[in-house]
Each structure stands twice: as structure tokens, then as C-alpha cells.
């Protein structure tokens, strides 16, 4: 894992880049997308590079992470809705090739399956960007989570119910109860894990993130076992890593040529 503790601009360049790399490479490749407002400065530095640098994502599929259950086809939090105002609207990307967990779907698990099966068939996720809920969860995988598990049926914790009631006016019952997302085992097999946090709410998770025993009781640090995982932190996030300075001895030393 790779821990690089950078301001909120410099982790939007940083993954933007690693995201560019792939757009431009002669493969299509496939995104997998993240919502909540931690990718939200990536998403602005990659919609600067469509406008003017001819950054283009119409050979790239996009996989979304989770889903509330429930909310109406035209809610503005319903997250197909969102991703559409914040990226892929905005890239001029076709909706068509962006899928997201179904949330109004009839039955549930067969929708979660046809996910799972759809996210294979586009030959899995080149890089999944990440945020981090303060109770350390990835996607919707509340604390307990299996580490193994898959694209399911969840209920919200309410420590992300009351965090997520931001979005709906500060009213908590408007937060849905339930949510389907990608399992922590699905987030696994992206290729590249790009995780994002900025502030000192996330501090705590992200020190177990990094740092703790690998534990479902803090879903994120099932990334430990991940071959291939970036941690970008400001420094409020990465106040709490006893290995901080170690961090940033490493990455001051890295090899320009090496990429995320
Ligand atoms: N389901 C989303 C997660 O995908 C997101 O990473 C997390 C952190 O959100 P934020 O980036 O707004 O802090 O919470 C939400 O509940």
C-alpha cells in the first residue's frame, strides 16, 4: 500500500493522471466510480482536462460502487443521478456505458448478480477510486461486512445515515435505511485502488485504514491485502498515522517515472 500525504488539489492531479493513463492508452478500459464529495476535485480536474485537453472518455465503461434502495428514478441523491451532474454528464460520456447498482429493481439479489456478472464481462475494474466513511467503511460495506463479500443488499449504519442527512437537507428520515453495493470481495478485484480522504473526521479510519489489523469491524483495511492500493491523505486525514513521516520520507524519494 501507498500511503502519499498530499493537499486536496495535489491527490486530484495525482489521481487524475493515473485515470488519464488509462483513457489513453490504446485498451478501452473500465472505471470504477465513486461518489460522496471525496472524488468530487478528480472529477473537476478530469472535466478541466475533457474541456481543454481533449481528455476523451468515450472508449472507457464506468461501474459504479453502491446505490440507496428506494429512491425515485428522478431524485437528485439517487447516486446514477448524481454521477450523472458531477462527471459523466459533464465528460459528454455516453450514460449508456456507465452502469450503477440497481436500487428499484423488483428482486434485489438477481439485480446484484446481473451486476456482478456485467462488471466481469467488461474484463473488471482498471482502477476504483475510493472515498472512506468515518466509521471506516468503502462503498456502502458497513462495518462487519464480510471481506469476501459481494454486490448485495445492505442496511445503512446509523453513524452513515446521520453523516449522508448533509445531502438530503439535514433531514435523517429522508436518508434511506438500505443500499446495495459492490462487496468488499467485488472492490478487491479492480486492479488499482485509488482511496482519497481529506479532513480530521476521516483521520481515525484512515489510521486503521493503514495502520490497524485487518478487521471487518473497519471494512477499509481489507485494501492491506490488496496488491496494488494508493492512499491519498491531506494532512488533517493523516494526522493520526504513527508512520506519517516515514510516508513522506517515501514518497519524496520515489522515482518520477513510477506513476501511482
Ligand atoms: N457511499 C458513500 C461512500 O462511497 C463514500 O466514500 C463515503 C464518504 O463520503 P464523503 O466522501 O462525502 O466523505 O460515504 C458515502 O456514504
Redesign the pocket.
Known amino acids: 500500500m501507498e500511503v502519499i500525504i498530499a493537499s486536496g488539489e495535489q491527490q486530484a492531479k495525482l489521481a487524475a493522471d493515473a485515470i488519464e493513463k488509462l483513457l489513453r492508452r490504446e485498451t478501452d478500459s473500465t472505471l470504477g466510480l465513486?461518489?460522496?464529495?471525496?472524488?468530487l476535485a478528480v472529477y473537476g480536474e478530469l472535466i478541466r482536462r475533457h474541456e481543454h485537453e481533449g481528455l476523451s472518455f468515450a472508449r472507457a465503461r464506468g461501474f459504479m460502487?453502491?446505490e440507496y434502495v428506494g429512491l425515485p428514478a428522478d431524485h437528485p441523491q439517487r447516486?446514477r443521478n448524481v454521477i450523472a451532474a458531477e462527471l459523466v454528464d459533464r465528460v459528454h460520456w455516453d450514460g449508456e456505458r456507465v452502469h450503477g447498482p440497481d436500487g428499484l429493481a423488483a428482486d434485489i439479489p438477481a439485480a446484484c448478480a446481473e451486476y456482478e456478472q456485467a462488471i466481469a464481462e467488461a474484463g473488471g475494474v482498471d482502477l476504483q477510486l475510493?472515498?472512506?466513511?468515518?466509521d471506516g467503511?468503502?462503498?456502502?460495506n458497513e462495518p462487519g461486512s464480510s471481506l469476501s463479500s459481494r454486490t448485495r443488499i445492505k442496511s445503512?449504519a446509523p453513524q452513515?445515515r446521520s453523516?449522508?442527512a448533509r445531502f438530503f437537507g439535514g433531514e435523517l428520515d429522508q436518508v434511506p435505511v438500505h443500499?446495495v453495493?459492490q462487496g468488499l470481495g467485488t472492490i478487491s478485484e479492480a486492479r488499482h485502488l485509488v482511496l482519497?480522504?481529506t479532513?480530521r473526521h476521516?483521520a481515525e479510519a484512515v489510521h486503521q485504514l493503514v495502520e490497524g489489523p485487518i478487521s471487518a469491524l473497519w471494512p477499509a483495511t481489507v485494501m492491506q491485502l490488496h496488491p496494488h492500493a494508493t492512499v491519498l491523505v491531506d494532512e488533517a486525514a493523516a494526522s493520526r498515522l504513527q508512520l506519517a513521516d516515514y510516508y513522506r520520507q517515501t514518497y519524496a524519494s520515489k522515482p518520477g517515472w513510477q506513476g501511482l
Open positions: 465513486a461518489t460522496g464529495s471525496s472524488p460502487l453502491d447516486y475510493l472515498g472512506i466513511g468515518t467503511h468503502i462503498g456502502f445503512l452513515t453523516d449522508n443500499c453495493t482519497l480522504a479532513g476521516k
